[in-house]
């Protein structure tokens, strides 16, 4: 089995920065695509960034200049560096993240989810 688990999230002011981490753990052989998804309540999952292997990253126009997604490949870790926050920030952010396993199986594998509010 391959687990994600994000860490970092909390309560932050407007106009703060905050920095979630994401860490790959199981028997995997690489990880390729990883990406970071929120969903605040009542609304649908949105899509924020997305980061392959060769370091190539995708932002939709709502994130751009403010969130920068990058990667440890020798730890299998993701994170997102989130500056600027506005209360529309608020949510619950999910990284993803899919990969070969041995053999050539593949996998792909949700976190839990991490609570990031930012309010006065």
């Known amino acids: 089995q391959v687990q994600l688990v994000e860490s970092g999230g909390g309560l932050v002011q407007p106009g703060g920065s905050l920095r979630l981490s994401c860490a790959v753990s199981?028997?995997?052989?690489?990880?390729?695509?990883m990406d970071w998804y929120r969903q605040a309540p009542g609304k649908q999952r949105e899509f924020l960034a997305n980061i392959a292997r060769d370091g190539r990253t995708n932002y939709p126009d709502s994130v751009k200049g403010r969130f920068t997604i990058s990667r440890d490949n020798a730890n299998n870790t993701l994170y997102l560096q989130m500056n600027s926050l506005k209360a529309e920030d608020t949510a619950v952010y999910y990284c993803?993240?899919?990969?070969?396993?041995?053999?050539?199986?593949?996998?792909?594998?949700w976190g839990q989810g991490t609570q990031v509010t930012v309010s006065s």
């Open positions: 199981g028997t995997i052989f690489s990880i390729s695509a």
């Open positions: 993803h993240a899919a990969g070969l396993k041995a053999g050539a199986a593949m996998w792909n594998s």
